[in-house]
């Protein structure tokens, strides 16, 4: 029974990652501005932990993190220092789904969570490809069947402050 929900979860995580989320967010292309990769970790439409592409526009951030208000909050996790750029008003949406654990398992932030680097001037900045690799090694998922649909919820465990 375990290998085949094991299976069963593979099989949707291997759907949700060939979602083309550019289009699903609706980002704004064409702005002139840097090219971002990051990792963003949905939990308002539960569509998991995904790569995503994104033009560094306000617009963008706020379409990606699903809200008004953005804060950005650096986070260490493993041996790396990374930016969270996080829903401001998260614990005012209910349910509040809390996206990032800490490695007690507390959690940390709530709320849709995209996950970059920053360069010396504090910009967003791209993460690498071995970053990407081992961030989703740090991952929770779990599925949950709706009516019709079933969604991915991801979230990430082993966040710090330091």
């Known amino acids: 029974m375990k ?3 094991c299976e069963k979860v ?5 759907e949700a990652e060939n979602i083309v989320l550019q289009d699903y967010y609706e980002l704004e292309t064409g702005t002139g501005k840097p090219v971002i990769k990051g990792l963003l ?8 932990v995904n790569v995503v592409e994104f ?25 790396n220092w990374y930016d969270f750029v996080v ?3 998260g614990l005012y949406r209910q349910p509040a789904i809390p996206s990032v654990f800490d490695s007690n ?18 910009n967003l900045s791209s993460l690498t490809d071995e970053q990407i690799e081992d961030l989703k090694k740090r991952f ?3 599925m ?14 082993g966040a710090e402050y330091e």
């Open 105 to 122: 398992h507390q959690p940390m932030l709530v709320g849709n969570a995209l996950i970059c680097n920053h360069d010396e001037e504090d």
């Open 55 to 79: 033009e560094d526009t306000l617009d963008n951030l706020y379409k990606l993190c699903d809200c008004e208000l953005i804060d950005v909050t650096e986070r260490k996790v493993g041996d």
């Open 140 to 142: 929770c998922t779990a």
């Open 87 to 89: 829903d401001d008003e």
């Open 10 to 14: 593979k099989e949707k995580l291997s």
């Open 144 to 157: 949950v069947d709706d009516e019709d649909k079933t969604h991915i919820l991801s979230v990430l465990i």
């Open 41 to 48: 970790i949905d939990v308002y439409k539960m569509k998991g």
């Open 3 to 5: 290998e085949e929900t």
